[in-house]
T-cell receptor, first 116, second 114 residues
Framework: AQTVTQSQPEMSVQEAETVTLSCTYDTSESDYYLFWYKQPPSRQMILVIR??????QNATENRFSVNFQKAAKSFSLKISDSQLGDAAMYFCAYTLPQGGSEKLVFGKGTKLTVNP | EPEVTQTPSHQVTQMGQEVILRCVPI?????FYWYRQILGQKVEFLVS????????KSEIFDDQFSVERPDGSNFTLKIRSTKLEDSAMYFC????????????FGSGTRLTVV
């Protein structure tokens, strides 16, 4: 079964500091896509960053970057210069390209608190 | 920026009643999804829809659930006879034909069954 594990139910960080959220996944496939989604208190799911498994280069989006370790099946999210608006639930997810459904499989999430 | 629109934002219904949750995906998207999130739990896949038919459904998506795209713009989720355990946040999502484009989620419908 496809699984995504986020081992940190909660994390906290001081404003302007850096925090890393961990994610591991289980698949025997070599081609897949990985995502981090942010869910603020409004409950909307917002795409933060994405990574194609065939790309060795780690994705970056402004203050957000990933550390993708394919052999270890690890996909951690680093948030630099944390801001109060980064406080949210963060969900790691992946999908297998399978020519049709390509559903997202989510982890249980990590609640990030940003302290002023 | 294009959005996925969901209505209503919150619906309260009595157990046993039928509910229809509505979604307007982004117009050039081809794949449509419903996900569910019970409060405090992870987001779970319900169903995917492509080319006017279901492409995959989860174990949760039993005979009480159905989806439709009646007019080429709206995408609906119907729950025929609601149970208390159907109380959850329901998210609609859509995407283009390219997985790498990512999935755009709506802001969700909070369904409360009493």
């Amino acid at each position: 079964a496809q699984t995504v594990t986020q081992s940190q139910p909660e994390m906290s960080v001081q404003e302007a500091e850096t925090v890393t959220l961990s994610c591991t996944y289980d698949t025997s496939e070599s081609d897949y896509y990985l995502f981090w989604y942010k869910q603020p208190p409004s409950r909307q799911m917002i795409l933060v960053i994405r990574q194609e498994a065939y790309k060795q280069q780690n994705a970056t989006e402004n203050r957000f970057s990933v550390n993708f370790q394919k052999a270890a099946k690890s996909f951690s999210l680093k948030i630099s210069d944390s801001q109060l608006g980064d406080a949210a639930m963060y969900f790691c997810a992946y999908t297998l390209p399978q020519g049709g459904s390509e559903k997202l499989v989510f982890g249980k999430g990590t609640k990030l608190t940003v302290n002023p | 920026e294009p959005e996925v629109t969901q209505t209503p934002s919150h619906q309260v219904t009595q157990m046993g009643q039928e509910v229809i949750l509505r979604c307007v995906p982004i117009s050039n998207h081809l794949y449509f999804y419903w996900y569910r999130q019970i409060l405090g739990q992870k987001v779970e896949f319900l169903v995917s829809f492509y080319n006017n038919e279901i492409s995959e459904k989860s174990e949760i998506f039993d005979d009480q659930f159905s989806v439709e795209r009646p007019d080429g713009s709206n995408f609906t989720l119907k729950i025929r006879s609601t149970k208390l355990e159907d109380s959850a946040m329901y998210f609609c999502a859509s995407r283009t034909g390219y997985t790498n484009d990512g999935y755009t989620f709506g802001s969700g419908t909070r369904l409360t069954v009493v």
